[in-house]
């Protein structure tokens, strides 16, 4: 009697797994770099729209303490401390080499730029540059 059991794969099956693998790979890489560029826009547009709100917010204090709408010259000024400490540890700086304004440096390092009227309290954004 005469049993030969064959163990394991074969060479050939082998590379037609590393082909399919490398196929999926190179479909799969491209995406997950475009999901990381959208987060990090929504998260933008979420923070800017934190900062007209709390600017508003400001102007309206202003009313009422002095029956005067104004806006802050520097709209970070209006967070409270933890805030602010949280966005400046995460790439937002008011003033990014000599360039006033809101400034988010990417983890690309890529940075985009806002710029803020404190007459009117309005917040435009800009560009971003690579």
Do not use: C
Request: charged share 20%.
């Amino acid at each position: 009697m005469n049993t030969n059991k064959k163990n394991g794969f074969t060479l050939i099956e082998l590379v037609i797994i590393m082909v399919i693998l490398g196929i999926l790979a190179a479909v799969a890489v491209p995406r997950l770099g475009n999901t990381i560029d959208s987060s990090e826009v929504s998260a933008e547009e979420a923070v800017i729209g934190n900062l007209r709100s709390a600017v508003e917010v400001y102007a309206m204090d202003q009313v009422v303490n002095n029956s005067i709408k104004s806006y802050p010259e520097n709209p970070f000024d209006v967070l409270d401390d933890k805030s602010r400490n949280d966005l400046f540890n995460n790439g937002w700086v008011w003033d990014y080499e000599g360039n006033t304004g809101i400034n988010h440096i990417r983890n690309d390092d890529s940075r985009s730029y806002w710029t803020y009227n404190s007459v009117e309290g309005s917040i435009q954004y800009q560009y971003t540059n690579n």
